[in-house]
């Protein structure tokens, strides 16, 4: 940490203003009260007249200082020569409660990729977000008009402060969230949306109610005819259905995708570990397109696995989920995309619903038994050792397991897939897991083998929402597709794989006594 912002962080601490935004307050506090001294730099000599001063043209905007003169004195002295963006990254960059600051080299990777010629008006949304880096970026296109927008009141003010000197900026107090920038028209913008919540005030009609699909659509809403669109969106964009696939359908047909790459794990931790992509949207029409992975070397981003496909050919894709895209090489995704079986999605030939939300503090001695992922093990079910609830039937109803169910794992670390056997007791399925329940064209055996085949193992992680720990919607491995085939040819398929998994079974448990009894009688020798 600089020295400089240490002894000013320990100064406010002593006096009690110690959370984030009671520091950046205070910090505001004090740059505001700079600014507005302008040509009256001997008010500073005077300790009352700059307490006074302080008083009168900052506590309608940030309220009321919470010490006395000394204080303020003190703080002022601290604060006065620190920089207002280093010091608000300093206070924010262990942040786990929602505030995104994305790293530098993001920052450096974006600026170092705006498409030449320097565009002329560049729109920066939520920029506080990009604290780090950006003044280098601005400086970069020193000739553009630039806008940036935030919509939290102190980040405005910041930002005003911050670039107050920067004649070519301009700070848009405006949530992207909603209508806005009205009649306002970019060459090029940079957006890293949040992720997931649903506003309230829409100000007009959606094609989905997530904020990240919101802004996606804001944003191409305000681009020149030549314009671009760098935005940072959650994996869902890709392969989500409903308002997701209608505004993919709306970009394809108005607009043009350039390049998709996914972003390495921990981008933009520990405020979220979602699984994120980084799109390049254009109005100019585009002949190929771009996927890959971009990853970090010594803080420097490069596109790894890259690959260039023709435009058509991604269009003739159900959705966007490039990991599929980037694995077309492999033998086995070519001869599935190829085969001639009839396929269907999961949600046309089963119903696919989530298990039930389950604290541990919940489970207790009860006549409900309850599945989780530490429950199955090598594709099977161990039904002896289940956490149970003290809960009616009635109401768990919904998430009981019927014989033939297919449950997989939507949480944790690893893919977990077993097929429920009918027992002499309820038993429900937690939250951690996915329940596929077939229908009559299809067996659950079935699904389940094609779920732990190499295809099937491909397409679930396709439908990851996270990066380490696992996390799937029940809602997106519904519009996963499977192969179909008459019920006796599935059910030829399951008797063989039953066959040779109980010879699997009988030798290793054969094999592992044997291995057992030959260790202690070697054992035995050594006493």
């Not at 601490?13 to 302008?38: H, W």
């Not at 696939?245 to 390049?259: A, P």
């Not at 009860?366 to 109401?395: A, F, H, P, Q």
Request: overall charge negative; aromatic content about 8%.
């Amino acid at each position: 940490m600089n020295s400089k912002i240490d002894l000013a962080l320990n100064t406010l601490y002593q006096r009690q203003i110690s959370s984030r935004e009671q520091l950046l307050n205070e910090m505001l506090r004090v740059k505001l009260t700079l600014q507005k001294l302008d040509d009256n730099s001997k008010i500073i000599k005077d300790q009352e007249k700059l307490f006074q001063f302080m008083k009168k043209t900052t506590e309608d905007e940030l309220g009321f200082f919470p010490a006395d003169r000394d204080d303020f004195i003190d703080i002022f002295d601290v604060l006065k020569d620190i920089d207002l963006i280093d010091f608000t990254l300093e206070i924010y960059k262990n942040d786990r409660m929602g505030t995104v600051i994305s790293p530098v080299y993001l920052t450096r990777y974006i600026s170092e990729n705006i498409p030449s010629p320097y565009p002329w008006k560049i729109l920066i949304t939520e920029a506080e977000k990009h604290l780090s880096g950006l003044k280098s970026l601005i400086n970069q296109f020193s000739d553009s008009e630039l806008i940036l927008t935030t919509q939290l009141k102190p980040m405005n003010m910041l930002l005003q402060l911050a670039f107050s000197e920067y004649p070519n900026v301009k700070i848009i107090f405006e949530s992207i969230y909603t209508e806005c920038l009205l009649d306002e028209k970019f060459d090029y913008i940079y957006s890293l949306p949040s992720f997931g919540y649903k506003p309230d005030e829409l100000g007009r009609k959606y094609l989905t109610r997530d904020s990240d699909g919101i802004a996606m659509e804001n944003m191409l809403d305000h681009l020149n005819d030549n314009g671009t669109l760098d935005i940072i969106v959650p994996a869902k964009i890709t392969f989500a259905g409903l308002g997701y696939e209608k505004l993919r359908s709306h970009i394809t047909d108005n607009f043009s995708v350039k390049n998709i790459y996914i972003l390495p794990e921990g981008t933009f931790r520990p405020v979220t570990s979602v699984k994120t992509y980084l799109f390049t949207l254009t109005t100019n029409s585009q002949p190929n397109i771009d996927i890959g992975t971009l990853a970090l070397n010594k803080d420097t981003f490069h596109i790894k696995d890259r690959k260039v496909i023709s435009t058509s050919e991604f269009l003739s894709h159900e959705d966007w989920r490039i990991e599929l895209l980037l694995s077309d090489d492999d033998e086995n995704m070519q001869r599935f995309k190829n085969s001639s079986l009839e396929k269907a999605k999961l949600k046309e030939v089963a119903e696919v619903f989530r298990g039930k939300s389950i604290l541990k503090k919940d489970t207790t001695l009860g006549s409900i038994s309850v599945l989780n992922i530490s429950n199955i093990e090598n594709g099977e079910i161990n039904y002896s050792d289940m956490d149970t609830l003290d809960e009616e039937e009635r109401k768990v109803k919904r998430y009981e397991l019927l014989d033939g169910d297919v449950v997989l794992s939507c949480r944790g670390t690893a893919i977990k897939s077993a097929v429920f056997s009918q027992q002499d007791k309820t038993i429900i399925a937690s939250a951690n897991l996915v329940v596929i329940r077939p229908k009559a064209t299809v067996l659950g055996e079935y699904i389940k083998i094609f779920l732990e085949s190499p295809i099937g193992i491909a397409m679930i992680k396709s439908f990851q929402r996270g990066t380490t720990i696992m996390n799937i919607n029940h809602s997106d491995i519904m519009e996963m597709g499977i192969p179909l085939m008459p019920v006796n040819e599935q059910q030829a398929i399951i008797n063989q794989y039953t066959a040779e998994f109980s010879i699997y079974k009988t030798t290793v448990s054969a094999a592992e006594k044997r291995w057992s009894n030959v260790k202690n009688s070697l054992y035995d020798k050594l006493i």
